[in-house]
Nanobody, 125 residues
Framework: QVKLVESGGGLVQAGGSLRLSCAAS????????VGWFRQAPGRERDFVAAIKWSYGSLYYADSVKGRFTISSDNAKNTVYLQMNSLKPEDTAVYYCAADSGLSRPSRTADVWDYWGQGTQVTVSS
């Protein structure tokens, strides 16, 4: 069992930056893929970024490529999402997810095993 806790959300102006954190407890991330998804009101939960923990391979949605960076700190059992050049359309609740049953991280939310409670990111224009 893995427990995930997100933090770092908030209100920021367009063009600003935020760093989200996803801290895991229960088991280490060493055997899991970790991903970030986001969900805006009235929309489905969309893939943002993921890291294939054991190999460090990184995956990004086209909408955030070049602006967001996913990274990990093994010692802290934490995954980060650095978000730069934020846009109003980035406004959403951001969720951290973990999975160990897939050969590579999935862009489909339904297949991920564990989820955090979410953290709100609001970008004003």
């Amino acid at each position: 069992q893995v427990k995930l806790v997100e933090s770092g959300g908030g209100l920021v102006q367009a063009g600003g930056s935020l760093r989200l954190s996803c801290a895991a407890s229960g088991r280490t991330f060493s055997r899991y893929h970790v991903g970030w998804f986001r969900q805006a009101p009235g929309r489905e939960r969309d893939f943002v970024a993921a890291i294939k923990w054991s190999y460090g391979s990184l995956y990004y949605a086209d909408s955030v490529k070049g602006r967001f960076t996913i990274s990990s700190d093994n010692a802290k059992n934490t995954v980060y999402l650095q978000m730069n050049s934020l846009k109003p359309e980035d406004t959403a609740v951001y969720y951290c997810a973990a999975d160990s049953g897939l050969s590579r991280p999935s862009r489909t939310a339904d297949v991920w095993d564990y989820w955090g409670q979410g953290t709100q990111v609001t970008v004003s224009s």
